[in-house]
């Protein structure tokens, strides 16, 4: 019998919450430390399809990377979609723990298994040296740096950050035809820290996401090169990592993934030539994006 307690335990060995950034909020979301757990389902982010899947599978414990409660709910009624999801999820006994910046920090999460995926070697944390902005101003260091096995152009680097992510598209600074051979990245939201992290480790281009107009900017003065291969598509390795925990440490539990896909999709443009049939698409960019309205599930 596996109690959630124990599965808590062996989570938080691996990504202590003593890792998680101030501003976070991780661990138990909803439910009780002595439930019985015989089924997981595991998602990158809380939404009502992925609550609604637990619920179909008859999961007893979700298990996300995105906490469900961010900020402080002041009631919990039908008229929020989070409180929907937590409503959603007592009355059918599900619990919600939360794996967030102490899995981004931790040894062997989600930086890691990103910069794996992307064959990088000779993987390292940032130094305290690198974390500091253009004036001196320390940050916590989230992120990895490490080295392709032989050095690559930018747009061979593009290819493969693409095609190993399952991006549908890329956002990105630089010359294609530069050489890459240090990257430094960041899993899920870099921002201007991140930029400032990996200019000052030397590397030749930054893998994130959720990056702006003034990240942009930034790099683009720094002379770095910069990648947004998307939020989801950087993170969602943390699906697979935890079916693999899952099966070594509670090989009795059932488990399921979640089949969600990028919130965002790209947008392109269909022109038809002004000569003959032919047909190309244009990529606009910045690149536009469209966004699936979700139907907040009711209890």
Known sequence: MNRLSEIIEALEGFAPKELKEPWDNVGLMVGDRAQKIDKV?????????????????????????????????????????????????????????????????????????????????????????????????????IGRVGFLPAPVTMEEFLSKVKSTL???????TGDPFDEVRCVALCSGSGGK???????????DVYVTADLGHEHARSAYELGLNIIDAGHFETENTICEFLKDLFETNFPDIQFFVSSAKPLYSSFYHLAKATRGWLFFFISLFPFAYKYTKRQVIKC
Do not use: W
Not at 98 to 114: I, P, R, V, Y
Not at 166 to 172: D, N, R, S, W
């Open 41 to 141: 389902y595991v998602c990158l982010d809380l939404t009502t399809e992925n609550v609604r899947e637990a619920i179909d599978c008859g999961a007893d414990l979700i298990v996300s990377h995105h906490p469900l409660i961010f900020k402080p709910l002041y009631s919990v009624t039908e008229d929020d979609p989070i409180s929907c999801m937590v409503r959603a999820a007592v009355k059918n006994n599900i619990s919600i723990f939360s794996m967030h910046t102490n899995f981004d920090k931790a040894e062997g999460g989600t930086n890691d298994l990103l910069a794996h995926r992307l064959g990088l070697q000779h993987i390292r944390e940032y130094s305290a040296a690198e974390c500091v902005d253009a004036s001196g101003t320390p940050f916590s260091p």
């Open 166 to 172: 399952g991006c549908t598209a890329l956002k990105y």
């Open 193 to 203: 820290e991140g930029v400032y992290s990996a200019f000052h480790s030397g590397a």
